[in-house]
């Protein structure tokens, strides 16, 4: 049985700059004994932990050696058990492709209390960098997120084409650099246009960010011959990525 001082703050760190970190994350951070992070909550915002705090790394990034999840659940589950308060430290918002659902189920399972603490879900930050709101009456009147990437990294074989191909709605896609080539040519397939403004975030936030405003196409043949950066990007299509 675990003991009844040990918990688990799931903090969410936003776009990665520590000025867009909420006063609780900051709070959390400061009062850890642990700070299990992600590769994208490291660096400015991993500095808000107080000086007592064991940092560890578990970060997941496509192409490189990665914490198992399997791993990172005994991780939370053993030094909260051991009475210590367990900061899990994500990017972006937690509960937006952050595996956040099996390192909950891993704690109930263990009888471990635990608190989600909301971030700025990148999306939302790479829009405001951009200088564009995600919604307008009539010309994009549907917001929506989707991951580009399945288990294996590749294209997911089982989505909504026909909403994602929705010429009034803003789509938002995570983890897609290596496969919006593929999914662009899906988008088209099912009628988006393909002169649809389209943006890439790169490392938003961050001080080599870069926005780049082109079309779905044009977005798609980049990237093929590019290739996906090495740094943290989103991609953003519908009729308001177009403007400047």
Same mark, same amino acid.
């Given at each position: 049985m675990?003991?009844?001082?040990?918990?688990?703050?799931? =903090?969410?760190?936003?776009?990665g700059?520590p000025?867009?970190?909420?006063?609780?994350?900051?709070?959390?951070? &400061?009062?850890?004994?642990? =700070?299990?992070f992600?590769?994208?909550?490291?660096?400015?915002?991993?500095?808000?932990?107080?000086?007592? +705090?064991l940092r560890?790394?578990v970060g997941k990034?496509?192409g490189?050696?990665?914490? !198992? #999840?399997?791993?990172v659940?005994?991780?939370l /589950?053993?030094?909260a058990?051991?009475g210590?308060?367990? /900061?899990?430290? !994500?990017?972006?918002?937690?509960? =937006?492709?952050?595996?956040?659902?099996?390192?909950?189920?891993?704690l109930?399972?263990?009888?471990?209390?635990?608190e989600?603490v909301?971030?700025?879900? $990148?999306a939302?930050a790479?829009?405001?960098?951009?200088?564009?709101?995600?919604?307008?009456?009539?010309?994009?009147?549907?917001?929506?997120f989707v991951t580009?990437?399945?288990?294996?990294?590749?294209?997911?074989?089982? &989505?909504?084409?026909?909403?994602l191909?929705?010429?009034?709605?803003?789509t938002? =896609?995570?983890?897609? &650099?290596?496969?919006?080539?593929?999914?662009?040519a #899906? @988008? /088209?397939a099912?009628?988006?246009?393909?002169?649809?403004?389209a943006?890439?975030a790169?490392?938003?936030?961050?001080?080599? &960010?870069?926005?780049l405003?082109?079309?779905?196409?044009?977005?798609?043949?980049?990237? !093929? +011959?590019e290739?996906? $950066?090495?740094?943290p +990007?989103?991609?953003?299509?519908?009729? @308001?990525?177009e403007?400047?």
């Amino acid at each position: 049985m675990s003991d009844p001082n040990g918990m688990v703050s799931f =903090v969410s760190s936003g776009p990665g700059d520590p000025e867009l970190l909420t006063l609780r994350a900051i709070r959390r951070l &400061q009062d850890a004994d642990v =700070v299990l992070f992600d590769d994208l909550a490291s660096g400015p915002v991993l500095d808000q932990a107080g000086p007592q +705090a064991l940092r560890i790394a578990v970060g997941k990034r496509a192409g490189r050696p990665s914490a !198992k #999840q399997e791993h990172v659940n005994a991780l939370l /589950v053993e030094h909260a058990s051991a009475g210590r308060h367990v /900061v899990r430290l !994500k990017s972006g918002d937690s509960g =937006v492709f952050g595996r956040l659902e099996e390192e909950i189920t891993a704690l109930r399972a263990a009888g471990i209390p635990f608190e989600i603490v909301p971030g700025v879900p $990148s999306a939302m930050a790479a829009a405001a960098m951009a200088g564009i709101p995600l919604t307008r009456r009539l010309t994009a009147r549907r917001l929506q997120f989707v991951t580009g990437a399945d288990v294996t990294g590749g294209l997911p074989g089982d &989505q909504n084409w026909a909403a994602l191909a929705d010429p009034h709605a803003t789509t938002v =896609v995570f983890m897609g &650099q290596r496969t919006f080539p593929d999914m662009a040519a #899906q @988008l /088209v397939a099912n009628g988006l246009p393909p002169d649809t403004p389209a943006l890439l975030a790169e490392a938003v936030g961050h001080p080599h &960010q870069r926005l780049l405003r082109t079309t779905v196409t044009g977005l798609a043949a980049l990237l !093929k +011959a590019e290739g996906p $950066s090495t740094h943290p +990007a989103l991609i953003l299509y519908g009729p @308001l990525a177009e403007m400047a």
